[in-house]
């Protein structure tokens, strides 16, 4: 799948999303910036990570502010970068104050690209940012030797000092930083011996944890410039279509504070001295519309439903692509005794971030243009805005606030973005504007994770075991709508990660991917395919051994015999649940069931067991337990609360979350109707993290697919009937 010979070399002749990603990264940053040249293409002879002074202030205090390459999201990316430049740079990730960096080719540390997403900043950057301190300590205790007239190599550091022992002298990095920097940084400085290290790998409390806990923090949607107007929009009720004329112009004019009425790109804006009289004034307007077409797949028409697209997906008669083979699948199927079959399918999910979007513009007496907005890639936005603006990228800039989370929310996907809104009112108007999207509007404009379909069938051997599956998935991710015209295969690997890849020694595979397009704006998702394909897969391996006359453990160690890491996976999941029990069983007169799901999601593997039952028609889930292996960590903290939070969102989609479109709308449009997990339905959740010793995977994804099949397992288990489409609140249990 995806592969791109004429890019980059490619060691398998598959390419999963991640290995996309890598192999692909200069040409992702053109995808989505104009052709003409920007500044990253001139500055081209940077090279990422490198040049310290682009990356750290040391303070006259002492304190060190970074510029980091990713935003801080709630991930704890932020303190993770302390723990790691701190480390070699020998100061204490305590006295770091960490900002999003601008746009620039100095942070283009994922493969060449910058961005905040698919669980790559720690990974990605993990070597080049060890090196970045360590390089930043050697030029200052260069300087120091400059300055106290000794041996550089009679010097040592401890915590922001550089110590002379023999004359008992010492100065602060912060005496230090001007002239250290004005060096010309020393190749290969050599790194701290591991064994040595004294906050990587260690429990450091977060950066901004004091500042969230007391309202202190500052998100995209607090920004404030003196003089600006507040703006609101109303959408389109059918995507596609735009406004015509308003009907009571004089009317709305007239409210308190409101300044002016426009006609935006598929929605009407009003623009006030504050946000609610912009929104009051902005839900009176009477306005005509363009009709949407009358029906088909072109547009979002009158008649598309989510029903109507999943019919589609059944219906596809058109070419399908291998997108895994091995050995004879169709063979072995035929020649099977028994064979099993079934239909997975789940919907399309909203992000639901906290932080409802906004952005502000403002342009400048210079011709420049300053944008506020929550973003997972300022370099991206920086050439979508440009374009927008008639700017070259180099007069644009961007400033990226921590975000009020993520999910994949942030990164351009036209109009599901709010800054193209703030340019073409800043610009209208002449001032500064800040627009806000209502929870409704973002509701009705979020680009949603595709709804999914996949066919299985597999062909059970005498021994219990399967012989052959057979994997038929129709539809689209992300990676294909927004870089399919870039890869050289048919096969998004968005949409069938989780499916292709697995660990599993089934002799005989056949996965099949086509393509049928959405006509929804589509994006990703935390943890993208794998959010539902791993929950379709490791159902059907369920299914498998139910139809082997398999335990599901049992038939996971069978066919997980040579690879010790995922047995030990295995092992420390059923020891942390307390030993591996199907059941049904009872529990204080209750009959709960126990299931199990692995999974292998950007670089990690997990093995998680959900305990549930159902009361009055309704799934209960009790305990969750996870074993993690990322194969090494930087602060075991923050990846056990990455991997509760997974936990809470896969459950959440799970049980409860849906975008439906009925009539060519969506029918929520807000909380009061859109359910999510609450705090009742907060299992107890308990995690073990692994360290094999493996390449580092990511941490912010890889604990929610298995979370899904789990809880569906043991469904399944408890009520006999098994879950096969998502959310299980649709479904009715006895």
């Known amino acids: 799948m995806n592969d791109l010979p004429d890019f980059a070399p490619v060691a398998k002749a598959t390419l999963s999303r991640r290995g996309f990603l890598g192999a692909t990264a200069g040409l992702a940053l053109v995808a989505m910036l104009p052709v003409r040249p920007t500044r990253a293409e001139t500055a081209a002879a940077v090279v990422p990570g490198t040049r310290v002074p682009a990356f750290l202030e040391i303070r006259p205090d002492g304190s060190v502010h970074l510029l980091s390459p990713f935003v801080e999201g709630g991930q704890g990316i932020a303190t993770g970068m302390a723990q790691t430049i701190g480390e070699e740079l020998d100061v204490n990730p305590a006295r770091f104050e960490v900002d999003c960096a601008p746009p620039g080719p100095d942070y283009a540390v994922v493969g060449g690209i910058r961005m905040t997403g698919g669980s790559f900043s720690t990974r990605s950057s993990y070597p080049v940012m060890r090196q970045l301190g360590a390089t930043a300590r050697e030029m200052l205790m260069r300087a120091a030797a400059t300055r106290l007239g000794v041996d550089q190599g009679t010097l040592t550091t401890e915590d922001g000092r550089v110590i002379h022992a023999a004359s008992g002298r010492s100065l602060g990095y912060g005496d230090l930083a001007e002239a250290a920097f004005a060096l010309e940084p020393a190749a290969d400085v050599a790194l701290r011996d591991p064994a040595t290290f004294r906050w990587i790998g260690k429990p450091v409390p977060r950066l901004d ?176 805005a440009a374009a927008a603006a008639g700017l070259e990228p180099a007069q644009v800039r961007i400033h990226s606030p921590m975000l009020g989370g993520f999910f994949g929310r942030h990164f351009v996907y036209g109009p599901g973005n709010p800054y193209p809104q703030a340019i073409a009112l800043a610009k209208a108007t002449g001032t500064p504007v800040k627009v806000i999207w ?224 009925e009539a060519g709308r969506r029918r929520d449009q807000n909380y009061d109707t859109y359910t999510i997990l609450t705090r009742d339905d907060m299992p107890r959740v308990h995690v073990t993290i692994l360290e094999s010793g493996a390449p580092m995977g990511g941490v912010g994804e890889p604990g929610l697919p298995g979370v899904l099949p789990a809880v569906g397992n043991a469904v399944a288990t408890a009520t006999g009937q098994r879950p096969r489409r998502l959310p299980m609140k649709n479904l009715s249990f006895s």
């Not at 070419?319 to 083979?325: I, M, V, Y």
């Not at 006509?519 to 498998?544: C, K, Q, T």
Request: some cysteine; proline content about 6%; charged content about 25%.
């Open 209 to 384: 944890m004091r500042a969230k806990s007391t309202g202190r923090a500052i998100y995209a949607i607090d920004q404030k410039i003196d003089g600006m107007l507040y703006a609101a929009v109303r959408h389109a009720d059918y995507f596609g279509t735009k406004p015509l004329s308003i009907r009571n112009e004089a009317q709305v004019r007239a409210m308190p504070g409101v300044h002016s009425l426009h006609l935006v790109d598929g929605a009407l804006a009003v623009c006030a001295d504050s946000w609610w009289r912009a929104r009051k004034a902005v839900e009176s307007i009477e306005a005509d519309w363009s009709q949407p077409e009358a029906s088909g797949l072109g547009t979002v028409a009158k008649d598309f439903s989510s029903e109507a697209m999943l019919q589609a997906l059944r219906d596809y008669d058109g070419e399908t692509h291998p997108a895994e083979t091995e050995g004879d699948a169709a063979a072995a199927l035929k020649g099977a005794d028994k064979v099993i079959e079934a239909e997975y399918v789940a919907p399309y999910l909203a992000h639901g971030q906290l932080e409802p979007p906004s952005a502000m513009a403002r342009f400048n007496a210079d011709g420049t243009l300053d944008l506020w907005l929550p973003n997972q890639a300022p370099e991206m936005f920086q050439g979508s």
């Open 438 to 661: 209502s929870r409704e509007e973002e509701f009705l404009n979020d680009a949603v994770r595709p709804l999914s379909m996949s066919r299985f069938r597999a062909a059970i051997g005498a021994d219990g075991l399967p012989a052959a599956l057979e994997v038929r998935t129709i539809g689209e991710g992300p990676i294909g709508r927004y870089f399919g015209a870039m890869l050289r295969t048919p096969v998004d690997s968005s949409a069938v990660e989780g499916i292709v890849e697995k660990p599993y020694a089934i002799p005989n595979r056949a996965m099949v991917f086509g393509k049928l397009p959405h006509p929804v704006n589509i994006a990703f998702w935390r943890s993208v395919g794998h959010s539902m394909n791993d929950f379709f897969y490791e159902s059907f391996l369920d299914e498998i051994a139910d139809a082997g006359g398999q335990d599901p453990m049992a038939l996971r160690r069978a066919l997980l015999g040579h690879s010790a890491r995922h047995l030990a996976l295995l092992d420390a999941v059923e020891e942390l649940s307390g030993g591996w029990k199907r059941g049904p069983f009872e529990v204080d007169g209750q009959t709960r069931a126990r299931g199990l799901a692995m999974a292998s999601p950007f670089g990690s593997e997990t093995a998680t067991i959900a305990e549930a039952s159902v009361e009055d028609g309704a799934v209960k889930v009790h305990d969750v337990w996870v074993a993690f292996d990322p194969g090494s960590v930087v602060n075991p903290a923050i990846v056990k609360k990455q991997v509760e939070s997974a936990v809470a969102l896969g459950l959440s989609a799970a049980l409860y979350e849906e975008v439906v479109y």
